[in-house]
């Protein structure tokens, strides 16, 4: 059985997501600055540890990102290309697969 807690995210008015410098590492998985993340957890009353799991990290890094989209924010590709690569692996059933493109 899955453990799914909800927790409501306190955010300033001054968010700036662009501060959380989001990147992908060798796997494919969402990294992030920590800094901001765990600013907004202390004010959450939400325990750093949480993030030691890197589901819930994404999951979080993924909330803000709608957060930020919500309230006028720009497009940041690295999470479109994430998100993008998790639609086509639960569409399809196919295991990861990273690289680039060019259009030409």
């Known amino acids: 059985m899955n453990d799914v807690r909800e927790f409501e995210l306190i955010v ?3 968010f700036d997501f662009g501060a959380l410098e989001v990147s992908r590492d060798e ?23 949480m993030l030691e799991n890197q589901d819930v990290l994404s999951a979080l890094i993924n909330t803000l990102y709608d957060f930020h989209l919500e309230n006028g924010g720009a497009v940041d ?24 493109a060019t259009l030409q």
């Not at 957890?41 to 750093?48: F, M, Q, R, T």
């Not at 690569?85 to 680039?100: D, F, M, N, Q």
């Open 12 to 14: 300033s008015q001054d």
């Open 27 to 49: 796997q494919g998985d969402l990294q992030a600055n920590m800094e901001p993340i765990c600013e907004i957890l202390s004010a959450s009353g939400i325990e750093e540890s």
């Open 77 to 100: 590709l690295e999470i479109e290309r994430f998100r993008a690569l998790h639609e086509v692996a639960k569409e399809y059933g196919r295991a990861w697969v990273t690289g680039s």
